[in-house]
């Protein structure tokens, strides 16, 4: 009767542990060493401990689990302050970084990790100190880099220095660190492709900012589409945005004052996409009947446009989600992990491309 009582009180609070430590009568670093599964801890008392967590019904915090010492059970991942602030701001919509946090963070809830998110200026000239700071107040197991730091050598140099495990998102070049990305030369190619298939010749690009690897990895899958149907290259057809809704709107009035202008538009992302829609609605052209546009990223809001967007679709969660599982594996000891992962893209094909039926 009185152990019943005693079950009853404790389940009546948050069991800790300190109550899982005290009912085996073994040390705090113990229990969290069978936690853990680390190393020396006697059968037995590792029999004990299990069935101190199993009676109290404990579920083991982050904290008890990096007492261990060997693991902090965290994953940081570092995204562009500047962009991901304007983008906030300006209320452009976030949902790169929606989608990123989503799959990075149930990946770690699968296996009990937690991702830290933090923001760092890429063209900060104390950028190294700024991650340094981070990881010092953190001490992740590893670290996610997102474009344009997933190719920015001062912060990729300062990892590989601290023999810090990394995930590259959205990079393809060559050196440390897992590098997860899908095909975007393809995936341009592919979108430019549709898009000749529809009958057009005067296809316009809107690139991205120079700063991300993969802006010119979609700029040359343009330029290979269009060359492969006897196109010539026409510097007149290639608008250089930044990704902001502005540059779009720049580019696309730059399109639209040409003697020929393009009848088609490929946008490097989906705010300069709607960028160039608005542009064109402001000038009486009919989507896709005068224009026909293919955005990058597919983020919700180019299915709710007039008329919803034709967007490849670019895996922004699956390829955080790689990231943090690849980093966690590496953690395990794991030592026949891909360098490089390219995942698949997809071509949604919608309204701004195909005529709605009346």
């Known amino acids: 009767m009185v152990k019943l009582e005693q079950a009853a009180s404790t389940a009546a609070r948050k069991v800790t542990i300190k109550h899982v430590a005290a009912e085996a009568g073994v040390s705090l670093q113990t229990v969290s060493r069978v936690i853990n599964n680390g190393p020396n801890v006697r059968p037995e008392v590792r029999e004990r401990v299990n069935a101190a967590v199993a009676r109290l019904g404990y579920v083991p915090s982050l904290a008890a689990q990096r007492m261990g010492g060997s693991r902090s059970y965290l994953l940081l991942a570092l995204n562009d302050r500047d962009r991901t602030i304007e983008g906030w701001r300006s209320g452009e919509g976030t949902d790169w970084v929606d989608q990123m946090l989503l799959g990075g963070m149930l990946k770690c809830a699968e296996a009990g990790y937690r991702m830290i998110f933090e923001l760092v200026d890429t063209h900060s000239a104390h950028v190294e100190r700024e991650v340094k700071a981070a990881i010092a107040a953190l001490h992740p197991d590893g670290v996610i880099l997102t474009p344009p730091h997933s190719d920015n050598p001062l912060i990729t140099g300062l990892l590989v220095d601290l023999g ?63 060359a ?14 930044d990704f902001t809704f502005a540059s779009g709107e720049a580019a696309m009035e730059t399109f639209c004052r040409l003697a020929h202008p393009p009848t088609a538009i490929v946008a490097s ?6 960028a160039a829609l608005r542009v064109a609605g402001r000038r009486g052209l009919a989507v896709p009947h005068d224009l026909a546009i293919i955005s990058f990223d597919d983020t919700p809001i180019v299915r709710f446009s007039n008329p919803p967007l034709t967007a490849v679709v670019q895996p922004i ?32 094909v919608r309204g701004s491309t195909v005529a709605t039926s009346d």
Request: aromatic content about 6%; proline content about 4%.
């Open 228 to 241: 492969g149907r006897g196109l010539p290259d026409d510097a007149d057809l290639v608008g250089h945005g």
């Open 317 to 348: 969660a699956a390829m955080a989600s790689a990231a943090a599982d690849l980093l966690i594996r590496a953690k395990s000891g794991q030592d026949d992990l891909p360098q490089a992962s390219t995942l698949p893209f997809q071509l949604a």
């Open 269 to 274: 992302n989906d705010q300069m996409a709607l």
């Open 164 to 226: 810090l495990p990394f995930a590259r998102i959205g990079s393809t070049a060559t050196g440390a660190g897992f590098s997860i990305a899908m095909d975007d030369y393809a995936a341009a190619e592919t979108a430019t492709n549709h898009l000749l298939d529809l009958g057009h010749r005067r296809i316009g690009f809107i690139s991205g900012s120079p700063e991300y690897v993969l802006s010119g990895a979609r700029l040359q899958g343009y330029r290979a589409a269009m």
